[in-house]
């Protein structure tokens, strides 16, 4: 049992990384694109601060989606594995309802994970002139 839990925690560990890494080059993207956008937001008055919240804003709203559809999907895959366990190794009993307490967590960390994955794009954003977004093609 103890060794299953070894071999677990790298595994989410992983996927964790993957995940922010995955929102990081979106949200980069993104800023890439609307660079245009950024300059007229800069060119009526926008600040570095509004300019961070709206980065950092759509991330989030990425990441909180993406744990909304993770938690029903994770139900019928978790009984799904139980159960290709049990007819290899050992029955393994099958929970029907994620515990609330872990799908909580899980979306603090998604929302940590989102703040972090979007502090480079967002200082990035930042860091453009107006003249520079304005004149980008």
Not at 16 to 35: P, Q
Not at 50 to 72: K, Y
């Amino acid at each position: 049992r103890g060794r299953a839990v070894r071999i677990e925690k790298p595994f989410s560990q992983l996927t964790i990384v993957v995940g922010g890494l995955a929102l990081a080059s979106t949200m980069s993207l993104s800023v890439m694109e609307r660079t245009r956008e950024i300059g007229v937001l800069r060119a009526i008055g926008a600040r570095h601060r509004t300019i961070v919240l709206i980065i950092q804003g759509e991330g989030l709203v990425v990441a909180v989606l993406s744990w909304a559809l993770a938690v029903p999907l994770s139900v019928p895959m978790s009984v799904a594995v139980a159960k290709s366990f049990g007819r290899v190794m050992l029955p393994v009993p099958a929970g029907m309802a994620p515990e609330p307490g872990a799908v909580l967590a899980w979306l603090g960390l998604v929302v940590v994970v989102s703040a972090l994955a979007c502090a480079w794009p967002a200082r990035s954003a930042t860091r453009i002139t107006t003249a520079q977004a304005l004149a980008y093609e």
